[in-house]
């Protein structure tokens, strides 16, 4: 036994060697994740940047230690929460490259324009492809093109969005889910629930050992009512999968047929909570009708640093954080 952890520990410590020493940078709103990142790894340094503005409202920025990142790799923890914080990340993040780095890597947890991908009549414009376009400018390194690690993406296709001189890492917050289900007293009788076709498509695979359930929206006159296209929730507790929320009103009438049709508990997960509008607040047990009108747990990760901020852990919503992950991406 002796000798075996002996040549574990030797082994551990060989892969320490070959880790890559990572200067972290991030935008204000991620300090906290990027502290956590950080605290992930011995290999990841923290790095500053001032985040100042002219009178006039326009970036004035500075790249702290500029000189002593030559050679070292690089990467930035972006979030894209709003169109005012954009243009001032995508200025460092095109700057950061030509500072004579050995290899840059934009971690964008969350790539926001994601669920608008499609044109469904002239005069759309998919704002999913124009980001896309845009982060393909990003100048390359002397290592090469730019990584870009995105957890989750709204739909598959559009790693096709990205150019050739930028190398999309797609990456997925499921692991953190798989993680905390096992921890539940109730493990062993978790069912799966996809409110439509294209929750199930991108998820279905890594949660291929559960029970699962998939929704539908159906119309009924004017209204689209949500039913159970096929999978039996009773007796079970079933936990909704999807990307993203946003208002919450596709989430909350799945709960509804779900307990309806004898679900004994209903929970959720998102990677991305965006919640416009403090629409969260709908979904805090405080707020809740009664028993049969609530979520036993809503998991979220902390791709939206001010959802998570807003929110805490108040219940029925439990942070699940990306933080190991971005660390273990960051090595790749």
């Known amino acids: 036994m002796e000798v075996v952890a002996a040549a574990a520990a030797a082994a551990k410590q060989k892969t320490k060697k070959h880790e890559k020493h990572i200067h972290l940078f991030y935008c204000s709103e991620c300090e906290e994740l990027a502290l956590k990142v950080a605290a992930s790894s011995d290999a990841i340094e923290l790095q500053s940047i001032n985040w100042r503005s002219f009178d006039d409202g326009f970036p004035n920025l500075f790249i702290n230690k500029a000189h002593d990142i030559r050679g070292q790799h690089v990467a930035f923890l972006a979030s894209f929460s709003s169109p005012a914080v954009i243009f001032e990340q995508i200025s460092v993040i095109f700057a950061l490259p030509k500072l004579f780095i050995s290899s840059f890597t934009l971690v964008l947890p969350f790539f926001p324009t994601g669920s608008f991908e499609r044109v469904e009549e002239e005069g759309d414009v998919a704002t999913a492809f124009t980001l896309a376009r845009i982060l393909s400018m990003i100048p390359k ?158 998991w979220i990760t902390d791709s939206c640093p001010h959802t998570v901020k807003a929110i805490g852990q108040r219940p029925p919503f439990e942070v699940l954080s990306l933080a190991g992950s971005i660390a273990d991406a960051l090595q790749i």
């Open 141 to 298: 390194s002397r290592g090469g093109p730019t990584s870009v690690v995105i957890y989750d993406i709204h739909a598959l296709q559009e790693r096709f969005y990205f150019g050739d001189d930028v190398l999309p890492c797609f990456e997925t917050g499921i692991p953190l889910l798989l993680q905390r289900l096992r921890q539940l007293p109730d493990a062993k009788n978790i069912t799966i629930a996809f409110p439509d076709d294209g929750a199930w498509k991108r998820f279905h695979k890594l949660l291929q050992h559960f029970p699962m359930i998939v929704c539908n929206k159906v119309r009924e006159g004017d209204k689209r009512i949500v039913r159970i296209k096929e999978g039996n929730p009773e007796g079970r507790h079933v936990v909704i999968v999807d990307d993203l929320v946003q208002s919450g009103g596709t989430l909350r009438e799945c709960q509804k047929v779900l307990a309806s049709q004898g679900a004994a508990k209903v929970s959720a997960y998102v990677t991305h909570a965006v919640f416009p509008k403090r629409s969260y607040e709908r979904f805090m047990a405080s707020n809740s009708v009664g028993p049969g009108d609530q979520f036993a747990y809503f």
